[in-house]
Structures are given as C-alpha cells and as structure tokens.
C-alpha cells in the first residue's frame, strides 16, 4: 500500500512534479480502498471469509507486478488506484474472520497480533522500498513486493482455515441491509470516526515526512530517509499488547492512543532530526494502541453483520487516509512543515473526543472489561 512514500521526491523529481501530486500515488489507493472496502463486508458475510480474501490477495498480486510497468505516472495512478480497490478483500474481512475464529472468547488478543502483523509490513514495505529503490530504481519495490502479496495468498489458499460466520447465513442482499442498519447505532458511528481521524493524522505525517527530511537542514538521502519509517517497529509491539489489556475498557486505552499520537505529532515539530525520529516512534506507538483496540470494539458491538460492520469502519479509516494524504500536502505547501504537524494534530483530537464518548453494550463490556 505504502511502497511509494519513501519514493516521494524520486518521483517529482523524474516526472516534475508537485508533492501534493507525488502524494495522489499514495491517496490513489487510500481512495478506493475507502469507495470499495465497504462492498467486501457484506460479500464476505453473503458467501464465506476465505474465498474473499485468497482470490482477492492473488488479484493485489498481479496488479502490484503492473506498476513496476507502469509506462508513465498516468498509467502508476491507474495501477495504484486497481491496487487500491483489491486491499479492501483481505483488511476489510480479516478481523471478522478473527473474530469467528475466536468464538465466544474475547477476541482482542487476535485483532491486537494481527494489527501488530501489519504494522510489521508497514515497516517492511516502507523501509525495504526505500533501500530497494536507493540501490536499483523505484519500479524494483513493486516487483519485490509483487513477490511477497503473491505468497501470502498462497498462504491464504492452502492453509487457512475455512471458517463459516456465526449465525445463519445471509444472502448479499440481506447483508447490505444489516451493514446500513449500523449507522442508527450511536457507539458504532463514534468507532467509524476514531478510524477516520486517526488515519488522517498518522499518514499525513508519513506521507509528507520525505520532504521535510529531503530539504534543509537535513538533506537526507532516500536511503537515510526510509530508515525513519522504522519507527513502525514500535507498533509492532505495542499493537498486540493492547490487544491483551481486556481488563482495562476499549474507550480509555482508544483515547490514551490519540492522546499519545498527538503528544509525538508535536515532537516532530522540533527541527532535530533525533527529535522527529522520537516524534514518529511515540506517534505509532499512539496509533497502533488506538489501532489494535478500536476494530475488536467495533466486533463486539456488532450484533449482527459483523462483516459489513468491519467494512464500514475500513471504509472511515481510509477515507480519513485519503484526506490524510492529501490535505496536509497543501498545509505543506502554504504553511511548511508546521502546517501539516497542526493539521494532523487537529485530526487527532477531534478522535480522541469520539474516543472518550465511546460506550459498550452488555456484551461488549462484559468482553471489553
């Protein structure tokens, strides 16, 4: 999803371009995955977790090789934007599918390994594109890349299991009408909120990050630049610890994520580079509490189309993604680096107030501590 961030400035340099129309290489696929997550739910409610996810992995597979062919930026955007409409089949289905593996038994400790997993391919697909592109060229991470998508449906194909969703099973129709019927619930439409605005703030600080780093004082190297997006490793370790603290309730550890997302927003503020690699370490550790907890809160709190709940909050999360990429980039270019540190920051605290208005029904306290 990422692999083009740290390859923001080889981009406009080769094409001449602006960093607000560098970034649509990223927004390009945040847009569709927020158009279409929200179709893959109800899809995966209507005839199995599985088949969704291992056919549509396999398909991000092939459209990942194509933008290392991609013959101009045109055609990149085109390529990002299928790459876009193909993630949804495996982020917007896996937590529902980790909840039926759960049961009757909580299922936070799951939700909280699996996000710290793809916190890992953050890091991985941040810092391996950077170096990947610093010692050959930026069409080299997609083919990697392209590599790693198609052994993980693999993976999904041969031996996940092919577990059925609790309850009878709807049809397509019957789906839908359950994942509309979630926005009459109060505490799921806080949920959807905290998604959006938390991507927001976290991803207009990565996105927009190579800039500030690429200019002066600093003027690093892609290579050097990439090594920040390690940072990300930090989440891999506070997303599943998280996910176990069941004794302490969703809404406080949700609302301690923002609080301490927006305290290393500000630190990268600080114009030392020590300081704003610390800013994004404490900035992911925030994002990957919140993170690691408010998906499981919204499995709980569904009653019923947990599919199509999950959806809709994927759907929030990169639509918040989509403004994140795009709206700090013209902070940016009026406002410098302060501009997109204030408006992520914004973004932030408008979700830690959706985050401490978040209330569980029986069952989800019961569950949530």
């Known amino acids: ?12 340099r080769e094409y001449g371009l602006s960093a607000t129309v560098a970034g649509a290489s990223v927004s390009a696929v945040v847009l569709t995955i927020a158009l279409l997550a929200a179709a893959y739910g109800p899809l995966a409610d209507a005839i199995g977790r599985k088949p969704v996810m291992a056919y549509g992995c396999a398909a991000l597979a092939l459209a990942t090789l194509a933008c290392g062919f991609a013959p101009s930026f045109g055609a990149l955007l085109v390529l990002r934007a299928i790459q876009g409409a193909l993630v949804p089949s495996v982020s917007a289905v896996a937590v529902v599918y980790l909840g039926d593996l759960a049961g009757d038994r909580d299922p936070g400790s799951l939700v909280g390994a699996y996000i710290g997993a793809t916190v890992l391919g953050g890091l991985v697909g941040r810092v391996g594109s950077g ?10 991470p997609f083919f990697a890349f392209a590599a790693v998508t198609a052994l993980a449906a693999a993976g999904l194909f041969l031996a996940a299991a092919d577990v059925r969703p609790h309850g009878p099973r709807t049809t397509l129709a019957g789906a839908y009408r359950e ?10 439409v806080l949920a959807f909120f905290v998604a959006g605005t938390l991507f927001f703030g976290f991803i207009g600080i990565f996105t927009y990050l190579p800039y500030r780093l690429s200019a002066a004082p600093f003027l690093l190297s892609t290579g050097a630049i990439a090594w920040f997006y390690a940072s990300y490793a930090a989440g891999v370790v506070s997303a599943p610890l998280a996910g176990r603290f069941s004794a302490v309730p969703r809404r406080i550890l949700i609302a301690a994520g923002f609080a301490i997302a927006i305290a290393g927003t500000l630190l990268t503020a600080v114009p030392h580079a020590a300081a704003i690699a610390a800013g994004c370490a404490v900035l992911c550790v925030g994002m990957f509490v919140a993170q690691a907890v408010a998906p499981a809160y919204v499995n709980v709190t569904a009653k019923t189309g947990k599919g199509g709940a999950n959806a809709v909050y994927q759907a929030f999360y990169y639509t918040g993604a989509v403004l994140g990429s795009t ?7 009026h406002f410098g680096w302060n501009g997109v540190v204030v408006s992520c920051a914004a973004s932030l605290a408008i979700g830690l107030l959706c985050g401490l208005g978040l209330r569980g029904d029986a069952r989800a306290r019961a569950l949530a501590g």
């Not at 994942?179 to 799921?188: D, I, K, S, V, Y």
């Not at 709206?327 to 270019?333: N, T, V, Y």
Request: glycine share 6%; proline share 10%.
């Open 1 to 12: 999803m990422y692999v083009t961030q740290p390859l923001l400035p080889l981009l406009s």
């Open 131 to 140: 170096l990947i592109a610093q010692a050959t060229t930026w069409r080299a």
């Open 327 to 333: 709206l700090p980039g013209i902070a940016f270019e």
């Open 179 to 188: 994942m509309g019927a979630h926005f009459a619930n109060p505490r799921l």
